[in-house]
């Protein structure tokens, strides 16, 4: 009997495993409206891991010259959105799980064991993999190469190659995804398998517990807020700009979810006792549906403000560099070749007869040829004296360049004549701003303060690389300043000091594409190379050229976490409404029984849908705008100073988004409606 029994259960189980496939197809069919998008969303994570895995491991990548910045910032790129994905892959399927909680229970009251819901879920796992990996595969092969030539583009980058799929790129998506879907049907079966059948059988109404010390997590939640907004506004271009960017990232993300999860609540519990607006139709309704839905939703809510704010201020930050990339390079390398000599000199007639000649070999002409001396100083500024540095503050140490007032004629075409305790100052960063100059305790008079001089790009906001220059009458003040500045830093040779700093420079800057100077260039420079006294050179184009595949390769970096975090952020919204709906669904029939129209329940789950979306959305754009503030200054390390381009940036990039915000909200509302009345 017992025998008979035990092949009775045994056939059972091999009736229930070959049964749980269909299940598991059925399941995902069933319930397309939430697996279809996590379906679309999984595929474009493995086409966008599997192209930074194709451009990262291609070894043709490393034989294009100059490209070493452009594969460091690359593999940033790839570690960065691995820790990403993955969070967002787990959040997602978490939101799956939830909506299947009831059916779970259902086929276990109806004879599957948790560990036949199991294997169930595992197969509908190995289908999600072999889809999602399918597809994004599919479009990697397909787009890889056209993604590869964006990037050699932006980077301004020519290579005539053949772009070669990897086998390590195809491996190395599939475990990481692999290893990414095990993690989620290890969370599943967690979820299920500690939950009872009556607690999956109440599917996922059960909403989030309120906070016990409500008002208490509201204030720490201002406060939290309060200070990372202090932090941005605040924050000064030194050696603690990228802490403190973390830290005001770190409590603008704290301060965010307990204000939406405590703050919220506690307000709309202070509604609830102000009588002469609480007890009005539509305020208590929507007061009400308000409060129910802030208690349920409010951490998923923080998240769609969080990732809205990721996706404003990638944007904003791409937009600009994309704009601003060419004169920001221009900014840092305003020649194309820079000379220096020490001890001797190169005679300035020889260096206008070498460069007109090769004007006429090479059929480009110069737009500026600049040759002067100068003594470089190392000083620290306090209000309007120049002094030893210390090491203690550094935005007032500055380098200070001194030049005859010759020489800056010549350059600026001006005709300054200088008395003895004259001088002229200019700094490429903010003005000096006074009268007179304490320069060691030599006196000089102001004679003017410069607004340009060409060798040195000025900008207010320049605070991370500006320095002073300081033009005097002639040889014999230079000198005596140079004296006053040895005297404190205890130089006692300063003759042999003066002789081995002075540098002569001479600056070219030509006009016509890159392409036409390389070949003008490497022929001046070679002749410069073999003056006597030749200190060094810097190439500008080449330098821009380094620098255009920096910043193209972080702009490419920036357009693929931009399109991530939108991806995010609409699979977020769309599985809220989703979510809203259903729950929902009965709401909206007891309003109709109770006897409101069913326009008066559309106005006003109308107005609870908008303001709960509308929430996240201005707080996305009050955190960008205080983000704005630290962001500026970011800019201001890679000398990005047009605040035309910047303000363009914001105030573009926040319209689209407001745009697309609303319109992805619309779509997903007419779902949301179409769940609520059974359609």
Not at 18 to 33: C, D, T, Y
Not at 245 to 270: D, H, N
Not at 378 to 385: G, M, T
Request: glycine share 8%; charged share 20%.
């Amino acid at each position: 009997m017992n025998t008979s029994t035990g092949r009775t259960n045994n056939k059972t189980d091999r009736l229930r495993i070959k049964l749980l496939p269909q299940l598991a197809w059925k399941g995902i069919v069933s319930n397309g409206s939430v697996y279809y998008p996590y379906l679309a969303a999984g595929i474009f994570s493995v086409f966008i891991y599997f192209v930074f895995a194709s451009i990262l491991h291609n070894d043709i990548v490393k034989l294009i010259p100059k490209s070493a910045y452009m594969w460091i910032l690359m593999q940033m790129g790839q570690g960065l959105l691995s820790i990403i994905l993955v969070c967002f892959l787990i959040y997602a399927n978490g939101f799956l799980i939830k909506r299947r909680r009831k059916e779970f229970g259902l086929y276990h009251i109806l004879g599957l064991e948790k560990k036949h819901i199991g294997v169930m879920m595992l197969f509908e796992t190995v289908i999600l993999y072999v889809w999602t990996i399918a597809g994004g595969i599919i479009f990697g092969v397909v787009l890889s190469k056209l993604m590869f030539l964006l990037l050699l583009r932006i980077c301004r980058l020519s290579a005539d190659i053949s772009f070669v799929f990897e086998p390590l790129a195809f491996r190395e998506t599939l475990a990481y995804f692999a290893v990414v879907f095990l993690v989620n049907y290890v969370w599943g079966l967690w979820e299920v398998g500690k939950a009872r059948p009556v607690e999956l059988m109440s599917g996922s109404k059960k909403g989030e517990k309120e906070p016990r010390f409500l008002w208490l997590y509201a204030i720490l939640g201002a406060a939290s807020l309060g200070a990372g907004y202090y932090c941005s506004i605040t924050a000064k271009v030194d050696s603690m700009i990228f802490i403190n960017f973390f830290l005001a990232v770190f409590l603008v993300i704290i301060g965010t979810y307990l204000l939406f999860t405590s703050g919220s609540i506690a307000f709309l519990k202070w509604m609830k006792t102000r009588k002469r607006i609480y007890y009005r139709p539509k305020n208590f309704i929507t007061v009400s549906g308000m409060l129910y839905r802030m208690k349920k939703s409010a951490a998923s809510l923080s998240n769609i403000c969080i990732f809205s704010t990721m996706v404003l201020i990638t944007l904003i930050c791409t937009v600009a560099l994309s704009v601003g990339l060419e004169g920001c390079m221009h900014f840092i390398y305003p020649y194309d070749l820079t000379m220096s000599y020490r001890g001797e000199k190169v005679d300035p007639d020889a260096v206008i007869q070498k460069e007109t000649a090769l004007e006429e070999k090479y059929g480009i002409s110069a737009a500026r040829l600049d040759i002067y001396d100068k003594v470089t100083l190392h000083v620290r500024k306090v209000e309007n004296r120049f002094e030893m540095q210390t090491g203690e503050d550094y935005e007032d140490e500055y380098q200070l360049d001194l030049i005859m007032q010759d020489d800056y004629n010549r350059v600026e075409n001006r005709a300054f004549s200088l008395a003895e305790e004259e001088a002229l100052i200019y700094c490429s960063g903010s003005d000096f701003g006074y009268d007179s100059i304490d320069f060691f305790n030599k006196k000089l008079q102001v004679k003017e303060e410069l607004d340009g001089f060409f060798p040195y790009p000025k900008a207010d906001e320049n605070v991370y690389q500006a320095r002073y220059v300081m033009i005097v009458r002639d040889e014999e003040v230079r000198e005596a300043c140079v004296r006053a500045w040895c005297e404190a830093y205890g130089v006692e040779d300063a003759a042999g000091f003066i002789k081995s700093d002075v540098s002569q420079r001479i600056l070219l800057l030509l006009e016509g594409a890159d392409e036409k100077k390389t070949a003008f260039l490497s022929e001046f420079s070679a002749w410069g190379e073999s003056r006597p006294g030749f200190n060094g050179l810097e190439n500008g184009v080449e330098w821009r050229e380094n620098t255009q595949i920096m910043y193209g390769a972080l702009l490419f970096v920036g357009i693929i976490f931009g399109l991530i975090f939108f991806m995010c952020l609409l699979l977020i919204m769309y599985y809220k409404q989703i979510s809203e709906g259903y729950e929902d669904r009965n709401n909206f029939g007891i309003m109709q029984k109770v006897g409101m129209s069913e326009r008066e329940i559309h106005s006003t789950v109308h107005r609870q849908i908008l303001m709960f979306f509308g929430l996240p959305l201005a707080g996305a754009l009050l955190h960008t705008m205080a983000g704005m503030f630290m962001v500026k200054g970011l800019f201001a390390t890679i000398s990005l100073f047009d605040m035309r381009i910047f303000v363009g940036s914001i105030a573009g990039t926040a319209a689209v988004f407001v745009v697309v915000y609303g319109v992805s909200y619309l779509i997903t509302a007419k779902k949301y409606y179409r769940i609520v009345k059974q359609e």
